[in-house]
């Protein structure tokens, strides 16, 4: 970061002086200097409205007092930007001109609400090891800001409860975010002439009692083929009461283990059946696996004239905790009234070579990506 920054120092003076030659926008000169960080303050934070922000952000500024003053200190660096390759050492001025900005103008003035006030600052005196809770005023200053972080925390829930009517709940911003991933997948999709669209849809369109296997090599398509998959048939379902339930593994948190993972789906489809479902949190992995397996479908067939339709894309990208890679929690038999579409690279990870071991090849329900012909751009 420091080097980014002693560079864009040094490109800041060469567009200064040639500003008005290559007519270079004071606005798209700004986008130039900064940092990762200070982007997701921007965008976390400073393009906020007033409410979102007073509801969703907290800053906690310090400053250490005489730290330029002591640049020498082995630890200093880890504080401040400094040029490099300089002597004697000295703080990058530009740096620091742009942090006191952020630091001092920007974020105070997107963070106090009139009374109130998201934004809090601090100041201690430099010691050479930097932050030391050995030290009176450092101790008493992170007893002061954890203190303060825990008020603010509790108030900022508080908030949330109170608008309850508005706030997702876990399972719900988890559905959402794999539908939002499903469209984006699906602007990047790209006809393909393998006929495994076509597959598919026969497999969706046709009552069978196995899993639908697709696998193929990183790269192959295997997601987007999944996300078109689940938005075509939403089209050719349309009249019929059908549930798609969809996971991308490994885009989010409840999706990348395989036991939040079953969690999330049991819990989505129990809710889409309005039936009862044990207390997962107080059963274990093998508990969580049996239900999955068998008595989620056992209650699924119950209602014959609705139809699920489970896409789990990227089996790969789970965790291997709690026999992921095993594929031993995958369902084999399934009812009439249930479609399950799997996607896993045969390749590296043992997912496929589990597979097959637990469904054999004769059972003609695995089909191939290849690779995208040339045609397809890709």
């Not at 508080?158 to 009517?165: E, G, I, L, T």
């Not at 038999?333 to 996607?343: D, E, K, T």
Request: proline share 3%.
């Amino acid at each position: 970061m420091r080097c980014s920054l002693h560079k864009l120092t040094a490109y800041v003076a060469v567009l200064n002086e040639h500003q008005t030659s290559i007519n270079i926008k004071l606005s798209l000169m700004s986008g130039l200097f900064y940092i990762v960080t200070e982007d997701e303050i921007n965008h976390g934070i400073l393009s906020l409205s007033s409410v979102s922000a007073e509801n969703s952000s907290l800053c906690y500024a310090r400053t250490l007092s005489n730290l330029e003053e002591n640049l020498n200190d082995d630890s200093a660096e880890r504080y401040v930007d400094v040029l490099q390759n300089v002597s004697p050492l000295s703080v990058d001025v530009e740096a620091q001109k742009l942090l006191r900005v952020l630091k001092h103008q920007k974020l105070p003035r997107a963070l106090n609400f009139g009374s109130t006030s998201n934004y809090h600052s601090y100041s201690i005196p430099w010691v050479p090891c930097g932050v030391n809770e050995q030290i009176s005023e450092h101790g008493d200053y992170l007893q002061q800001l954890c203190e303060q972080v825990w008020i603010d925390m509790k108030n900022l829930i508080d908030k949330a409860v109170k608008s309850r009517s508005i706030l997702q709940s876990a399972l719900h911003a988890e559905v959402l975010h794999h539908a939002s991933l499903c469209v984006q997948k699906c602007e990047t999709y790209c006809d393909r002439k393998d006929g495994v669209m076509t597959k598919v849809h026969h497999y969706i369109n046709n009552a069978t009692s196995r899993p639908l296997i697709l696998h193929g090599k990183s790269g192959s398509g295997k997601t987007t083929v999944m996300a078109k998959a689940a938005k075509s048939i939403i089209s050719c379902w349309s009249e019929q009461e059908t549930f798609i339930i969809l996971r991308f593994f490994g885009t989010s948190p409840s999706s990348s283990s395989i036991r939040e993972a079953l969690i999330s789906i049991c819990e989505q489809i129990c809710g889409l059946y309005e039936t009862t479902h044990p207390t997962f949190n107080d059963l274990d992995i093998v508990e969580i696996v049996q239900y999955f397996r068998t008595d989620l479908w056992i209650n699924v067939a119950e209602f014959p004239s609705k139809t699920v339709i489970l896409m789990l894309d990227s089996v790969d990208q789970l965790s291997s905790m709690d026999g992921a890679h095993s594929m031993k929690w995958l369902p084999l038999l399934v009812p009439s009234n249930v479609r399950i579409v799997v996607s896993m690279l045969n390749e590296k990870l043992k997912c496929f070579e589990n597979t097959r071991s637990l469904l054999p090849e004769s059972e003609k329900v695995y089909v191939e990506l290849g690779s995208m012909h040339i045609s397809a751009g890709v």
